[in-house]
């Protein structure tokens, strides 16, 4: 379907014509892949995506108005793909409980072998009052009372990469102390 205009392969399409739509796709497809690749960085992951754009428009091509320019349509849908696939896909927050309980899990393991596991609490002790009120404050929110991190950004308003960035600092600082303690 070479010939009409981008409104008649439009209601065509919304009609159930799929040559006309195939016509828009062929239209569409390389500023839509264009704008995926400048945004996403990856020509693979811009074709992936490009081909769920279409998937999503042809699903919702009877909703859309034959009136409008379609290729702002389809590249909002583009947006709202790529946004959720580098939610789906965003790197893993460092800080977690995970790495956490490696650390004490080893000093703790470490410690008892050498029967010195009552130093090993005097020395988290001291090395808790060598911090700041807020960052005790925090440590006492994550770790004692078990307040996750997501709580803890919903009660101070900061973002998640904030507060688990702050944590893991905190827990670096509190084991160079504890084994400059404990190495003296």
């Known amino acids: 379907m070479n010939q009409g ?13 799929e040559d006309a739509f195939g016509a828009l796709v062929r239209q569409h497809h390389v500023a ?30 009877p909703e859309f108005d034959p009136n409008r ?3 702002p349509w389809l590249r909002g849908i583009a947006f709202k793909r790529l946004a959720n696939y580098r939610k789906k896909h965003r790197p893993q927050y460092i800080g977690g409980n995970q790495e956490l309980d490696a650390i004490l899990s080893v000093a703790i393991d470490s410690k008892r072998e050498a029967g010195g596991e009552v130093q090993r609490v005097e020395a988290l002790q001291g090395c808790l ?3 700041g009120q807020e960052a005790r404050a925090l440590v006492s929110e994550r770790y004692l009372e ?10 101070t308003g900061r973002k998640r990469s904030a507060v688990a960035m702050q944590l ?8 160079t102390c504890i084994e400059g303690r404990n190495a003296s």
């Open 5 to 17: 205009s981008e409104k008649d392969w439009i209601v065509a399409a919304q009609n159930g014509d």
């Open 32 to 61: 839509i892949r264009a704008y995926l690749i400048a945004r996403a960085g990856n020509a693979h992951d811009a074709e992936d995506l490009a081909q769920d754009t279409f998937i999503t428009a042809f699903r919702k091509l």
């Open 69 to 71: 320019p379609i290729r």
């Open 129 to 131: 009052k060598k911090l």
């Open 146 to 155: 078990g307040q996750s991190v997501n709580g803890i950004c919903e009660k």
């Open 168 to 175: 893991h600092r905190i827990r670096m600082a509190l084991k």
